[in-house]
Each structure stands twice: as C-alpha cells, then as structure tokens.
C-alpha cells in the first residue's frame, strides 16, 4: 500500500501555513479568538498538543480529553487542519518523581530533573510503557476526527542517557551488531590500552573517563543512540498507523543536528519536517539555511518537505535576540518554498505569557493582532494562497553533495590530527559557491545512486565503506564527475584507519594518493597551474599525483595541493587542503565546466539566490542593497503580475517568483522593480 504524505495534506489545501497552537496554556475564551485570527491569516494547519502530556494525565492513568475535543472540534469548524502531536517530548512531573529511572542519566552518572523538557532516558522500558498507553489512547479518541491530518511524533529527537538501563540496551544493540564478544574487541581494537572486555556485563555506554575514549566505542555509542531514539519513534508510529493507516506520521527535525542520522530516520517517516532557526548575527545564514533546506529536500528523496517551526521574529535561546526587520519573515519562508517547502509553520501561533518561552516570538505578538509583525503574517499567510501551484513541484538539481552522519560522527572523535576539522563547516564551504552561482544541489547519502548526477562533491567523508567508494569510482568510470576533499576515505565503518597511502579506496580514481597530513597555523600560498595565486588554511597534505594532472600546488615547494585526473568516461578531482573561498568558487567552476553543468546566475553574487522549482524561477535578494539580476528569458513575476524582459530589480528582503509565459502571452515590456 503506498503511504500517505505530504500531498495528502496539500491537495486541496496548496501550500500549508499556520504553526504550533498550545492552547492548553489559555482560557477557553481566548480560543474562539486565536480561530476567528487564524482564518483571518489564512492558517490552515497548526500543531496541537506537543507538550500537553501533563494536561491530559494529570495522575497516572488519568486521561483528560475533552478539552483537546473542543480545540479539535474548533480547528474542524474553522476549516483549519490538525497536526496531532503525541505529547511524549515532556514528561510530567509525576512520572519522574514516581519513578525516576525514567530519567536520564549524563556522561557523569548524574540525573537530570523535570521542571524544564526532554526528560526522559529513550531506553526506559517504563517511560516507554507510559508513552505508549498515552499514543493508544490519543489515536483511538481522534481516529477519525476530520480536523487530524498529520501525526507529529514527539518533538526535536536528542535525548541521551548514561543510566544503566542505556548499558544493557547498547549491549543488547552490540551483540545484534557484533554477535559475540571476540568480534566487539575485534571491531573497537580493544587491544589498545588493555581495553580487551572478557564478559558482556563489563561493557558500558562511555562514560566520563580519565582520558580520550576508545574512538570506535564512541562511534558505536552514537549510531546507538540515534537508533534508540528511532526504536521509539517507530514504537508510536507503529500504533498511530495501527489506528490510522490513512494519516501521514512525522517527526520534526534539526537540520544537521548531530545526533540523529537524519538518512535512517527520514525513510521510516511519511513526511519530512524541519525546525529552522537562522542566526540573524551571521552574514552566511541564507547560505547555511539553504543548505538544511536542500538536505530537507534530500531526506524526503526529492519531494515537498515541511519547515514545521521558524520564528516570525526573534527567537529567546540566542544570548541577545534581535527581531526580525521588516520582510525578513516573507523572504525566510518564501526561501523555503523555493527549495521544496510545502508548508510554512512557525513555532508559535501565539506568544506564550509564562514559562521558559514567554519572550520568544509567536505569529500573534503579546501586543496583540494590530501589529506590524501580525500583519506581516497575515500578508504572508494571503500570498501563499497565490503560490499554491507550487505545491508538489519539484527543484531539480544536478548537482549532488554527499553528507553522512557517522562519518560526521567519526571525524570529530578526539585524538586526530587537526580538532580544527569540522564536518559541517567544511560541507559549508563547498556548498557555498554552488549557491553563489544560483547551482542547485542535492544533499545526498553516500550509499545514493549517483548516475543522474553531472557532478557529485564529497566535501568530506572520512569514514567511507568499500561499497561506496566503490559506487564512487564506478561514477566516475561512468563519466560522472567527482570532487573529493581532504581527509577522506580514511577509516572503515568501525573507524579503523585503513593502512596504505591514502585515500586508499579512492586512491585508483584520483590517480593520486598521499603519505602524511600536514596540518598548519597560517595560510599557506598556492598556485594555480597558470600562475594566478590563493590561499589555503588549516590543512595540507603530502600527496603525489599517480597519473593526475595538478592542478594547484603549494607555492613553497611545488608539491599538488589540488589534483584532477581522467578516469574512464569520468573526471575525479582531489582537494588535499582547504583552500579560501574565492579558490573554492574556482574550483567549483571549474568542476561544473567539466559536467557541463551552468549555474543560473551567471556570475556569483553572494545575497542574492536564484533556484527553479518546477516552471518557477525564484530570486530573493538576502543582502543590504538592491540588485539587478538578469533573466535568462522573459518571465512574469507570480508574486506581482507585472512582466519583466531581461532584467529583475530586487531591493533588500525582496522576492521574485518568475514563470516563463506560454508562447500566446504578449510579449512583457520593460524591467519591474520589486520593493516591499
Ligand atoms: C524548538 C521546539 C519548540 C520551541 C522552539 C523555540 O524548535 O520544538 O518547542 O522550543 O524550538 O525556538
């Protein structure tokens, strides 16, 4: 039976738009106002009862549902539908105090409280008894209720706990993964530091200890505990879809939130959502978050996806929080649409007047409807109503970068050659001049089919299988492009180093292999082969070409720092430092040179971004001055009616969603200039 998802809330409705409602935190009265407000902004779905757990048990095994009837019954009247979360991200106070080894547990061996969120150890077989009688019993109350659309399984999956419990459940997970004792010590070279374990009760989760842990323990821990999270999240999936088969399930994401290996979530869920909090103190943010949104799209294997929370305005959790300047909110979420949103919520419908949120911004202020901020909503919540033709489209890219968690996981273990290595930041720095250049990218698995691909990058990938490097250099031979940086290929899925010169998988497509990392202080001066000079930083490595050209070295001695090689149909290029970004932005041309492959701007412009989604081209102008844009062919903007041939003027915040007219449409006459 294929699954319901994310369309089976769009059709009908087009885009979605509205956020978390808590209205368990408010009279009743104020509710017939929150839904005659939500209609009037064009809401059509919220999110209910995330952190209701406590309000509808108040005493073990009561329940109280009739308040959240009405809230449903509310929704339903009001033509706004329901993402029914269940309510186990929050236990209450109860359950801890009953029985506290449903409490988590630190590295530490010290117990985490209530009074705050998340506390609960994900392998407590009591909290999970607890949490599951709840779902039963939500799903069996609301199946059937025609405002629920969407379950939302409990909220931002993180927890980690070090409770003895957590141990015989890793154990449990070893002995599946392992079988027996001889091929655990096998696999975390227990044979280093008198680690060898003689009995399965003597092994634990890694615990604080005197020195730098057992780094394949530690990559074990992690897979572990994303696994364990995930066991509970299909333990309540499992019985929601008992009870509901027809209802997409899904759980709210972080981003490239470490961890949990979003790859082996994201297949187990019917709908991909994703909490996005940009930082308005850093200049690269519309980059950063492009990224997540192209990792969204990747996680839904292409498709629509759902920014289930964004901020309309300043968040509360960042030191000093600035509000959002006006059309920072319209151009944010339209950004998201862009790159394959379907729906644009935000955490929350209403400013909370207690608790640890009281100054985090909600789409209806404390101040009230007649504000600037809620009349922003509302114009926001109106023009999704125009772009609803986008909903289901698809961003085509053809250009893929792989990410994968645990060799994420792996790289950042202590005892390395640089702590200065950083997984997300060096997948940052490769994406960003793609993005300058209005390139649209795929983030992408390392175990993904890549021949659809013109060019896939590998910004890192220091844990690498044998199965994918050798999909990786069948790619290549296949005449697929490949761009390979620093540090990878260099332990095995238990975190082995491979032995050899370096990257041993990889070494044969790269025509180039390596002896010694080189890690240094300052930059360091290289060459590109005609003459012009740039800067690399942090890393350099010791590598001689094995049949590739090089393409850049390093200025003292000459030695390849950049290399390019021909492999079968195919072109690798190995990156054997960490060049500044303008050299990046040349690498990276020179890369989609070689897979044919144009950019949609046709020079980089940092701020501005240009991608298609289906028929529709969008510009968004995220930087300070306003910019002139030219169009590849004459186009009608859907956000304005007005026509434009040859060139857009985007001011500040501005937006642009361009469709080609038919061939009957007269033809459009001058520039349009855009403003808010
Ligand atoms: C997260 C949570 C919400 C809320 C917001 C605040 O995304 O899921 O409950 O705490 O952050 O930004």
Redesign the pocket.
Known sequence: MTRPGLHTLTGGRGLLFGG?YNPEQWPEHVWAEDAELMRAAGVNLVTVG?FSWARIEPEPGARDFAWLDRVLDLMDESGIAVDLATPTASPPPWLGHRRPETLPVDESGHRLWYGSRNQFCPSSPVYREHALALVEDLATRYAGHPALALWHVG??YGQVCHCDESAEAFRTWLKARYGDLDALNEAWGTTFWSQRYGDWAEVVTPRRAPYIINPSQQLDWRRFCSDALLDHFRAERDLLRRHTPDIPVTT?F?GLFKPVDAWSWAREEDVVSN?H?PDPADPLAPARTALTHDLMRGLAGGGPWLLM?Q?ASA?N?RPHNPPKPPGRLRLESLQAVARGADGLCY?QWRASRFGA?RF?SAMLPHAGPDTRLHAEIRAHGRELRELARVAGRPVPARVAMVFDWPSWWALEERGRPSDRLNAVEQLFSYYLPFWERGVTVDLVPPSADLTGYALVVVPNLFLVSDADAGAMTAYVHGGGVLVVGPFSGIVDPRAHVRTGRFPAPLRAVLGASGEEWQPVEGPVRCRWAGGAEFDAHTWTELVAAEGAETVAAFAGDGRPAVLRHRAGEGVAWYVATMPEPDALGELAERALADAGVDGILPEPRHGVEAVRRGEILFLLNHGTETVRVPLPRPATDLLTGSAADGHVVLAPRAVAALVEPSPQTPPPGDDIEITL
């Open positions: 978390d995330v909220n931002e709210n972080m909490d909090y929370e901020a968040v959790w955490f949120e985090h």
